[in-house]
């Protein structure tokens, strides 16, 4: 089966079955990315997918690593940033398993629905979405050690769904001694995108 293409500026980004397809909210962290000062930083793309946002940090002058702990996703990640003329270094970890140093700005675009069956073996296809029972539980992984792998004046940008616990969600973070700010939201059917910027 061929791969799926996406479209984006200049950007042409292949999508493999197994991989997540950017959508709504890749869009809205796309747009903010956008705004952001990237040239010269060390970014990180964790849970990275098709790595259009880190052929987009790297288009824009970023340093940036990409992981995801789906192998195909890593290889579809490679190939993107090398049919669009960037350097991005691509990885397979778990969270930050296999991540070694420490970034300005990390982008994080978690799988974060609810769903009862998180701890079932799972398939690529699956783990794309599924957040755990509660929608965290991938979140809740990544906090846990995010603050060791961002230098001293550097940012997270996460998304979430309204149907992840948007209070819970900044609680978790409040609790492990980040600061939070809502800076965009967005309606799309059945549920609300919120994209958080979280410091030190």
Known sequence: MSNEKFYYNDI???????V?????????????????????????????????????????GGKVVAADINEKAV??????????????DAVVSDMFENIKEKFDLIVFNPPYLPDVDFNLKRENIERQWSGGKTGREVIKKFVKDAKKFLNKNGKIIMIISSLTGENETKELLKKNKFNVKEIAREKIPWEELIVFSITR
């Open 12 to 18: 042409i980004i292949e999508v493999p079955e197994e």
């Open 20 to 60: 997540y397809y950017p959508r709504e909210d890749t869009l809205l962290l796309a747009k903010i990315l956008e705004k952001e000062e990237i040239k010269g930083k060390k970014c990180l793309e964790m849970c990275c997918g098709s790595g259009f946002l880190s052929v987009l940090m790297a288009k824009r």
């Open 75 to 88: 290889e579809a990640t490679r190939n993107n940033a090398e049919k669009n003329s960037v350097k991005v």
